[in-house]
């Protein structure tokens, strides 16, 4: 499969910023020119405009005595050289918009055309309007009009569009770092390699993508954990029962035996019992359909069903607690607290609790031994046990958390493992109301 070459992201996102820039500065230079250049240059046009109508006019008035001085104050004051012509105006037509708006003022104001030309080989400006019966030929230079529109807006055009370039790559160098290594540790996780954690600072968007993808990994590797986890266990609790039945089939070819079928019955039960925990570990990950639910009637109907089984199991939630729920994730995780509370309290006292509030709290309350402070984690692990014998009528399959702690993963829930004041176990199923329906 031929994939087609894509343009990196600091190419793409410069190259989007250089077009987002031109365009920015287009916008910014056409609303300069029209808001604010033009009506400054407008301005100084028919300020130099009437400086040179009102000097060819006071030429024509003064005596010629007071004509020198006359040139001086002019070039003095306002940088405007003025002497009679006695030939035509040669030069070449400029195109700066300052000059031809001179031309058009000097036009309205003389009422008939005016040139302004470049005289050649300098940088200066010559113009010839009439005075009475003479011709006044007025010069001045550039540096006279004191701007260069053009090179200025120029030179902003073309600092705006570094800087702007800079900062895209800047920007973009920095992301693009950041996601390789993520894509580098995607690669590695799709490979079976076990990555290494992403750091989950910077902007918050990084942060957050980092963070996800190291939960999500630490998902991974525990999934292959237990995966591992799980076939090793199957292999060594089924052993035991198989090995038992081989050893009740060879006997049976001797003499038929009752008790000795009995047994073969309890093993193939014992068997059937591992493959259904087995099988409910795998399927705890998938996220069941909710539906509402009270959980003050599902908790005394337990309580019904445990006591009629003659267990000591205490409570009576009698608000009622609507909650949007899986109702079998519920009910697999409660009864397991149960069974474990009965368990480890060896057939003691044990107490269950509903607290409904923004979150439903279902708490199970024991007597028995406690977790010890560095294990209330480990117990959520598959084959786990607080006993270190294999035998199911003491601990368990060693499945029974790990499947409630699967089950709330997926659905959003919290379960935890604490300590009882007076010595026991408190366990506490977690799941917010927000899906509540009244």
Same mark, same amino acid.
């Given at each position: 499969?031929?994939?087609?070459?894509?343009?990196?992201?600091?190419?793409?996102?410069?190259?989007?910023?250089?077009?987002?820039?031109?365009?920015?500065?287009?916008?910014?230079?056409?609303?300069?020119?029209?808001?604010?250049?033009?009506?400054?240059?407008?301005?100084?046009?028919?300020?130099?405009?009437?400086?040179?109508?009102?000097?060819?006019?006071?030429? &024509?008035?003064?005596?010629?005595?007071?004509?020198?001085?006359?040139?001086?104050?002019?070039?003095?004051?306002?940088?405007?050289?003025?002497?009679?012509?006695?030939?035509?105006?040669?030069?070449?037509?400029?195109? *700066?918009?300052?000059?031809?708006?001179?031309?058009?003022?000097? /036009?309205?104001?003389?009422?008939?055309?005016?040139?302004?030309?470049?005289?050649?080989?300098?940088?200066?400006? +010559?113009?010839?309007?009439?005075?009475?019966?003479?011709?006044?030929?007025?010069?001045?230079?550039?540096?006279?009009?004191?701007?260069?529109?053009?090179? !200025?807006?120029?030179?902003?055009?073309?600092?705006?569009?570094?800087?702007?370039?800079?900062?895209?790559?800047?920007?973009?160098?920095?992301?693009?770092?950041?996601?390789?290594? *993520?894509?580098?540790?995607?690669?590695?996780?799709?490979? +079976?390699?076990?990555?290494?954690?992403?750091?989950?600072? +910077?902007?918050?968007?990084?942060?957050?993508?980092?963070?996800?993808?190291?939960?999500?990994?630490?998902?991974?590797?525990?999934?292959?954990?237990?995966?591992?986890? *799980?076939?090793?266990?199957?292999?060594?609790?089924?052993?035991?029962?198989?090995?038992?039945?081989?050893? !009740?089939?060879?006997?049976?070819?001797?003499?038929p035996n009752p008790a000795l079928l009995k047994r073969m019955e309890r093993y193939l039960a014992e068997?059937?019992?591992?493959?259904?925990?087995?099988?409910?570990?795998?399927? /705890?990950?998938?996220?069941?359909? $909710?539906?509402?639910?009270?959980?003050?009637?599902?908790?005394?109907?337990?309580?019904?069903?445990?006591?009629?089984?003659?267990?000591?199991?205490?409570?009576?939630?009698?608000?009622?607690?609507?909650?949007?729920?899986?109702?079998?994730?519920?009910?697999?995780?409660?009864?397991?607290?149960?069974?474990?509370?009965?368990?480890?309290?060896? +057939?003691?006292?044990?107490?269950?609790?509903?607290?409904?509030?923004?979150?439903?709290?279902?708490?199970?309350?024991?007597?028995?031994?406690?977790?010890?402070?560095?294990?209330?984690?480990?117990?959520?692990?598959?084959?786990?046990?607080?006993?270190?014998?294999?035998?199911?009528?003491? &601990?368990?399959?060693?499945?029974?958390?790990?499947?409630?702690?699967?089950?709330?993963?997926?659905?959003?829930?919290?379960?935890?493992?604490?300590?009882?004041?007076?010595?026991? $176990?408190?366990?506490?199923?977690?799941?917010?109301?927000?899906?509540?329906?009244?």
């Amino acid at each position: 499969m031929t994939v087609r070459r894509r343009a990196s992201l600091a190419k793409s996102t410069g190259l989007l910023f250089v077009v987002l820039a031109i365009a920015i500065q287009f916008i910014t230079l056409l609303t300069t020119s029209t808001l604010i250049l033009y009506p400054i240059a407008r301005n100084s046009v028919n300020d130099l405009a009437a400086l040179i109508v009102l000097s060819s006019k006071t030429w &024509g008035e003064l005596p010629p005595s007071r004509l020198s001085d006359f040139q001086i104050e002019l070039q003095r004051h306002h940088a405007l050289d003025v002497e009679i012509s006695t030939a035509p105006l040669s030069g070449s037509p400029s195109y *700066l918009p300052y000059v031809a708006l001179l031309q058009t003022a000097l /036009a309205d104001r003389l009422k008939a055309p005016v040139s302004v030309l470049v005289i050649p080989g300098t940088d200066r400006y +010559g113009v010839v309007v009439p005075a009475g019966a003479k011709q006044l030929r007025f010069e001045f230079s550039r540096a006279r009009i004191g701007t260069s529109p053009m090179l !200025a807006m120029s030179l902003v055009f073309g600092i705006n569009l570094a800087a702007s370039f800079a900062a895209a790559l800047w920007l973009t160098r920095r992301l693009e770092r950041r996601l390789s290594a *993520l894509s580098a540790a995607t690669r590695e996780l799709a490979q +079976g390699v076990r990555p290494k954690m992403l750091p989950e600072d +910077g902007p918050t968007e990084l942060a957050t993508v980092a963070a996800d993808f190291n939960h999500m990994a630490s998902r991974v590797r525990e999934l292959a954990d237990n995966r591992t986890t *799980l076939l090793a266990g199957i292999s060594h609790d089924l052993r035991t029962p198989i090995a038992r039945m081989t050893m !009740a089939l060879e006997l049976l070819r001797d003499s038929p035996n009752p008790a000795l079928l009995k047994r073969m019955e309890r093993y193939l039960a014992e068997m059937n019992q591992l493959i259904d925990e087995f099988l409910s570990f795998a399927r /705890a990950q998938e996220n069941g359909a $909710t539906e509402p639910i009270d959980l003050a009637q599902m908790i005394s109907e337990l309580i019904r069903d445990y006591r009629e089984s003659g267990a000591q199991l205490s409570g009576e939630p009698a608000t009622a607690c609507p909650v949007q729920a899986n109702p079998v994730g519920v009910r697999r995780i409660v009864t397991n607290l149960i069974d474990n509370a009965i368990r480890y309290s060896g +057939g003691g006292p044990v107490e269950i609790k509903l607290d409904c509030t923004t979150q439903a709290y279902i708490e199970v309350l024991d007597r028995g031994p406690g977790i010890p402070d560095d294990m209330k984690e480990l117990v959520f692990r598959p084959f786990f046990r607080l006993e270190s014998s294999r035998n199911a009528t003491t &601990g368990g399959s060693g499945l029974g958390l790990a499947i409630a702690m699967e089950i709330v993963r997926a659905h959003g829930w919290s379960l935890t493992l604490e300590n009882r004041q007076g010595g026991g $176990t408190v366990s506490r199923l977690t799941i917010p109301r927000k899906g509540r329906r009244s």
